[in-house]
């Protein structure tokens, strides 16, 4: 039996990488977004025997059980959670100027959704019977270089990922004793609609070597990190940070 995984934001730039990455080694992917789904999307990724599109808003924490719902009817169970989806603030504001409203928004999106929708998605795998040979499941936040790296024009944004790391951290030790792992994704510059506003500046912190990796990364190089992850290929490691970010995290004099 194939396994069955959730991928937020799953319909473009990171989690559409991901989602293609997961199809690749033959995981079954509900594809979960926001907007309508996109012409042609679930034939992009194979077919309806490999992925399916589920429009939901991860921060509306009421409609979780429905969402995990509608997954299993349609694919019999979940065993991997990619916690993909992500927004930064609606315009960069100095700190000094920030609004609670921008500020609820990208918590509400970033860090409050994907913990309830984890706490819902965990009690679906503790639920179900278990593949052989595979963990009970595999969750896999995706974070930012932002969880450390600090930004002082979008600080609501680096909040909400380092909440993102403690959070992975939480349900790794919580659930490590019930057979799942827990992850995170730490993604460096990502060529995706969300960077492209700003892609000169970018490129001239590049030319200028803010990483060790003089390029940007792809939603591809995030997607076969994810699915390296969720493969359950390292069963005694859970609460680890993978960079994906051309070396960015390294200190260099």
Not at 25 to 45: H, W
Request: glycine share 12%; proline share 5%.
């Amino acid at each position: 039996m194939n396994r069955v995984a959730i991928v937020t934001g799953g319909s473009r730039g990171i989690g559409l990488g991901i989602s293609q990455s997961l199809i690749a080694e033959g995981v079954r992917v509900a594809v979960v977004a926001t907007r309508p789904e996109p012409e042609g999307l679930v034939d992009s990724l194979g077919g309806a025997e490999h992925a399916a599109y589920f429009r939901a808003t991860v921060d509306d924490v009421d409609s979780h059980a429905a969402l995990v719902a509608d997954v299993v009817a349609r694919f019999g169970r979940i065993d991997v959670l990619i916690n993909n989806a992500g927004v930064g603030p609606t315009e960069r504001l100095d700190i000094l100027e920030a609004t609670p409203e921008s500020y609820d928004r990208v918590m509400g999106i970033n860090l409050r959704g994907p913990y309830f929708l984890t706490q819902a998605v965990a009690n679906q795998m503790l639920g179900q019977e278990q593949l052989e040979g595979a963990p009970r499941g595999v969750i896999v936040n995706v974070s930012s270089i932002s969880a450390t790296t600090v930004s002082t024009n979008r600080g609501e944004y680096c909040i909400s990922k380092a909440g993102v790391s403690m959070a992975t951290r939480l349900w790794a030790a919580r659930l490590a004793p019930e057979g799942i792992l827990a992850y995170e994704v730490r993604p460096g510059i990502i060529a995706t609609d969300m960077t492209a506003g700003v892609k000169d500046r970018y490129d001239a912190l590049f030319a200028q070597g803010i990483s060790p990796m003089p390029r940007w990364g792809q939603p591809s190089d995030v997607g076969g990190a994810v699915a390296a992850l969720a493969s359950g290929a390292m069963p005694y490691s859970t609460g680890d940070v993978i960079n994906v970010d051309g070396g960015m995290h390294l200190p260099r004099l």
